[in-house]
């Protein structure tokens, strides 16, 4: 199958596919984007609608203590560690670039708790560049259509990357994330209408 096929499958799979947290700035996106881990958009978005009504800066994020900021996203999961990098993401935010998120991989990734993952999101979503972020769905899916081998992400990041064309990447990254989490899911994927089982090699072999 080539380039071309698998990016109008899931186009039309998945026409909508985009962000979506709901953020006004490349501030709050980065913020919801270290919450959403482990837990789901709709779940982030609820509790930063009443965050970001006073705290949606990193100047006003870092008017809250640790356990202010931990109680106010407890039911996102995981809250002591996600306040404890929005707390110093904040600070480094201010201390190392002026107040403002950064836009490039480097220095988004100096960010506490900040790694590639949220770092392509950031930058695709909330500044228009061509990314493309890989959790665990996309480098499930990525495996089994066989675009990529690998369990590091990194790798199959470079891998799909250089397979798809840039003006595809941000796109196929929300698409591949849909169709992981609702089709080809890690158990017991929904492959019986899929358009990819002649490439997929779970299918493949379970065939
Ligand atoms: S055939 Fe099944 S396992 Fe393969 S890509 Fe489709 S849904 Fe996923």
């Known amino acids: 199958m080539t380039k071309e096929k698998i990016v109008d ?3 039309m799979l998945f026409p909508d596919a985009k962000c979506e947290l709901d953020y006004k700035s490349p501030y709050q ?3 919801a984007v270290i919450l959403s881990a482990q837990c789901t958009d709709k779940r982030v978005n609820i509790v930063t ?9 990193p100047q006003s994020m870092l008017t809250l203590s640790q356990s202010q900021l931990e109680e106010k996203i407890h039911s996102c999961g995981f809250f002591r560690n996600k306040a404890k990098n929005i707390l110093q993401a904040s600070k480094d935010i201010i201390e190392k670039f002026g107040g403002n998120v950064p836009a490039t991989m480097e220095e988004l990734c100096s960010l506490s708790g900040v790694g590639r993952k949220t770092a392509n999101v950031v930058i695709s979503v909330a500044f228009g560049g061509d990314a493309f972020a890989v959790d665990t769905h996309v480098l499930r899916v990525s495996n089994r259509l066989g675009l990529a081998s690998s369990d590091n992400p990194d790798k199959v990041e470079f891998a799909l990357k250089k397979f798809f064309d840039q003006k595809d990447w941000s796109r196929l990254h929300y698409q591949m994330v849909l169709f992981g989490r609702y089709k080809c899911k890690a158990i017991k994927p929904e492959c019986a209408d899929c358009p990819f089982q ?3 090699k779970y299918y493949n072999k379970e065939k």
């Not at 609608?49 to 800066?57: A, V, Y």
């Open 9 to 11: 499958n899931f186009n």
């Open 29 to 31: 996106l980065l913020v």
């Open 49 to 57: 609608k009443e965050l970001f009504k006073k705290h949606n800066t």
């Open 198 to 200: 002649s490439i997929c």
